[in-house]
């Protein structure tokens, strides 16, 4: 989590500078925006991992289940003489 707030802060803050180099601001206010848009952008990118995190585990744990309902449907099978 710490990676993805520390990227999402960085692309905030280049976004930041970038757009207000564009715009001609002064450099108090670029500072600012920039400022702004690194913690915007490092709680929005954290935020967005968490329910990154949570999902994958989710899914992780749905299979697991299947492959043990398949597991105990396989064992409870009549055994087949050829």
Known sequence: MKLLMLLGAMVGFLAGVLLG???QCDWATI???STLGALVLGVLLR???QRWILCLR?????R???LMAQRKDARNLP???P
Not at 58 to 62: G, I
């Open 47 to 49: 935020w967005w991992g």
């Open 64 to 66: 697991w289940v299947a």
């Open 31 to 33: 500072l600012w925006r």
């Open 21 to 23: 180099m564009g715009n």
């Open 79 to 81: 055994a087949t003489k």
């Open 58 to 62: 989710q899914a992780q744990h749905e």
